[in-house]
């Protein structure tokens, strides 16, 4: 029998514009460990804007990496994102949380601008224990139809999905795991994919809002193979650190002035409402994040301290998860299938 021995998994997939990245986690020990690290690029286009338009390509590429990773589970826990999600912190009457669910749509209605028939609808009470009579509620809305794409690719795939959640909240929770600092005071979370970039501001731990930059590493790139003359393998040997070139601190500085800008006015009305209390740090995730530069560069433009992320840095890796990878350098594209792993629902 081998009832006590079974070992209890989850499977965190990223379905992002340039790679498929999938992180597996044993939660029957102690503490979670990561047992499986896996990633497949996929040919350009398959995803524009956070947008699949080759379903069978992609769906393709994640079998693929499925089997090739040597999972057996088809369970996996994944994420939407993007323009059709929205994240709101509200305030409603104070209730019990079974009443709750029988008005939240209603609430909704007042804050989320889609046709409330077409949505799914979630929220959780911030404080559940307080006596005030509101409470601060944070709601969660996606389109329905953004919903059921994610789960037929999935199952084109021949996977299970056994939970949606969020890419703003996925990242969140890797980010807790590793850098419980980041939960104190009015900080930001930024996470520089392929083509877009994720914006997070937390108070006390708390999401306050999300935003979706467009902006990411490919644009860099794009821009030194056209102005600088250079092919795509050429550029991506510059933008991942490996071949140096004088001239990338100019993309880097302009890559850096985007993304302040989209991140100073995602946290503008914390200036007006906390009486000047305003960012206080910033924390870079997302394979963009390793650009040379970007983080000092950042720093400089918006007068903040800087860190990068670290999803592993409480989180251990058994020896051999991540195969011939290297996790000093993809482990900043990997936060959000860490984050998605460390749930077990």
């Known amino acids: 029998m081998a009832l006590f021995g079974r070992k209890k ?27 499986r690290i896996a990633m497949s690029p996929l040919l350009p286009d398959a995803i524009v804007e956070g947008e699949i338009m080759d379903p069978g390509l992609v769906a393709d590429t994640i079998r693929t990496l499925w089997a090739e990773a040597g999972i057996e589970t088809k369970d996996v826990v994944t994420a939407v994102g993007g323009h059709d ?50 409470m601060d509620v944070l709601l969660v809305a996606a389109k329905r139809e953004l919903v059921d794409h994610k789960v037929s690719l999935l199952q084109d795939a021949g996977l299970t999905p056994r939970l949606i959640d969020v ?19 009015i900080v930001a979370l930024v996470n520089i994919g392929h083509e877009m970039t994720n914006v997070n501001i937390l108070e006390d731990g ?3 809002l999300t935003r979706d ?16 003359g250079l092919t795509a393998e050429e550029a991506e040997e510059i933008v991942q650190g490996r071949n140096p070139l004088d001239a990338l601190d100019r993309y880097v500085r302009f890559g850096a002035d985007e993304v302040a800008v989209g991140v100073e006015r995602a946290a503008a009305f914390l200036m007006a409402q906390y009486a000047g209390e305003g960012l206080g740090r910033v924390f870079l995730g997302g394979g963009g994040s ?56």
């Open 9 to 35: 998994t989850t499977v965190g997939l990223d379905i992002g514009s340039g790679f498929v990245k999938l992180v597996e986690i044993d939660h029957s020990g102690d503490q979670p460990e990561v047992v």
């Open 167 to 185: 890419d703003a909240f996925a990242l969140h929770n890797a980010l807790e795991w590793n850098h419980p600092e980041a939960m104190r005071g």
């Open 85 to 134: 999600v929205i994240v709101k912190k509200i305030e409603m009457d104070r209730m019990k949380e079974e009443d709750a669910r029988q008005v939240i749509r209603w609430e909704a209605e007042q804050h989320v601008p889609f046709d409330i028939q077409s949505v799914v609808i979630d929220f959780q009470i911030l404080n559940p224990g307080g006596t005030e009579p509101k």
């Open 290 to 345: 390793r650009i040379p530069g970007l983080e000092a560069a950042l720093a400089e433009r918006m007068g903040v301290q800087v860190s990068s992320t670290n999803p592993f840095e409480r989180v251990p890796v058994s020896p051999g998860a991540p195969g011939r990878l290297s996790l000093d350098e993809i482990g900043p594209v990997l936060l959000l299938p860490v984050g998605l792993a460390l749930r077990n629902p």
């Open 206 to 208: 708390v999401p306050i």
């Open 213 to 228: 930059i467009p902006f990411g590493s490919r644009r860099i790139r794009e821009d030194l193979q056209r102005e600088q």
